[in-house]
C-alpha cells in the first residue's frame, strides 16, 4: 500500500521543490549508506556523537533516521509544509536514500517528483493540519491520509469532521512550542479567512490603528480599489497618505493586482501603498515592490505576525474574534536535526 509521509526541512538554505529532493540532517553520523543501518546501530552512533542529547530524544532520531533510510519506498508520496509561507508541498519519492557529498547541510537525501506545490494549508480540516503539524521531523501520515489523497486526486477536499479523530503517537503529539505557534497562527488565519471581504477591510484598519496610525476604511463601493487609509497624521492631511489594497485570499497575488495600487498613488512621495493578503505574491510582484519605494507587500505570514506583535494594542472587538494569550510552551527541537 502507497505510504504517505510528512517531513519538516529547518534549513532555510535548501530550496526542496527547485532542487527535487527532500532531506534530513544529523550529518555528524557520516555516510550512512556505507554501513548496514538498524535502529540500534544508528542509536549507539548517536550516543557516540551526541553524549549531551537529551533523555528520550536518541530514540526518536533514530526513528526519523530509520524511516528516511530503510522505510520509505520509491512510489510513496510526501507532504513538506513550508513554514516561510505556510504552504504545503505534494510530492512523489523517486530514489533511495543517497549522500549528496558536496552539500553544505542534509547530506542524506532522496529525490522527489513534485506534484503540487504552494498548496494554502487553510484548504484542509485542522485535524489534518494537526496531524502534519508532528513534532518530529519526520512521520507517517495516516489519521488523516484519505484527505490529502483526495486533494491529489481531485484538486479540493469536502469538509472533515474532526470532533472523533483518532490519536496519534505521544511523540508526534507532544504540545511543543513549535506546534503551538502554528496552531495559533492556523487558528488566526481560519479567522480572518472567514470573514466577508468588509469586514476584513476593517480588521486591518484596526491592526494599523493598533500599530499608531490613524486608519479608516473606505467607503465598500466607489473606492476605487483602495480599502483603507491610513496616516501618521490625526487628520490625515499631512503626508504621507496610505492608501491600502486588502485581499484576504489565500492564494498568490499576481503582479497586474500590485500594479493597479502602484498607479493609483500620486507621485513626489506624498502617497505610499500598502497590499495586504491572507497569501503570497508572485514573483513580477514581488520585483515591482523591489523597483518602488513607495509601494509595500504585506502577505499572509507577515499579516499574522503583525497581530501577535500588537494584540494588545487591538480594540476590544477585535480581541473577541481573536481571543488569544502569552503562553509558555516546551522549547523541544524533537528532530535534532
Known sequence: MTALWGIHNDQSSLDLVEGGFISIGWDDLGDLSTSA???????????????????????????????????????D????????????????????????????????????????????RDDFSKGALHEIGSAVTLFGVKNHANEFFEFLQSGSTEAVDDSDED????????????????YSKDFVVGILRRMDAYRFEHFVAGLLQAMGYRAQATVASGDGGIDVIA?????????????????????????????????????????????????????????LERTRQDL????????????????????LEWKRLLPLRRVYAVDRDAGGS
Not at 544508528?42 to 528516511?68: C, D, M, N, Q, S
Not at 490519536?167 to 505557534?181: I, K, M
Not at 492631511?237 to 493609483?264: F, Y
Request: with cysteine; net charge negative.
Open 37 to 75: 543501518i538498524d535502529r540500534e546501530t544508528l542509536k549507539l552512533r548517536l550516543a557516540e556523537t551526541r553524549p549531551e542529547a537529551k533523555p528520550g530524544a536518541i530514540p526518536v532520531w533514530a526513528g526519523v533516521i530509520y524511516r528516511f533510510t530503510a522505510e520509505m519506498q520509491v512510489g
Open 77 to 120: 508520496y510526501v507532504i513538506s509544509p513550508n513554514k516561510a509561507d505556510r504552504t504545503l508541498n505534494f510530492g512523489i519519492i523517486d530514489s533511495d536514500f543517497y549522500v549528496e557529498p558536496a552539500a553544505e547541510v542534509h547530506i542524506t537525501r532522496r529525490r522527489v517528483r513534485w506534484i503540487k506545490t504552494d498548496v494554502p
Open 167 to 182: 490519536q496519534v503517537d505521544l511523540a508526534d503529539d507532544e504540545p511543543n512550542a513549535e506546534r503551538v505557534d502554528t
Open 231 to 287: 496616516s501618521r497624521d490625526p487628520l490625515a492631511i499631512e503626508p504621507p497618505i496610505i492608501k491600502v489594497q486588502c485581499k484576504r485570499t489565500v492564494n498568490t497575488i499576481g503582479g497586474p493586482d500590485v500594479q493597479k495600487l502602484a498607479g493609483a498613488l500620486a507621485h513626489g512621495g506624498t502617497e505610499l501603498g500598502l497590499f495586504v493578503t491572507l497569501g503570497t505574491y508572485s514573483t513580477d510582484a514581488l520585483h
Open 296 to 315: 509595500r507587500l504585506i502577505k499572509g505570514t507577515q499579516l499574522v505576525d503583525l497581530v501577535f506583535e500588537h494584540y494588545e494594542n487591538l480594540d
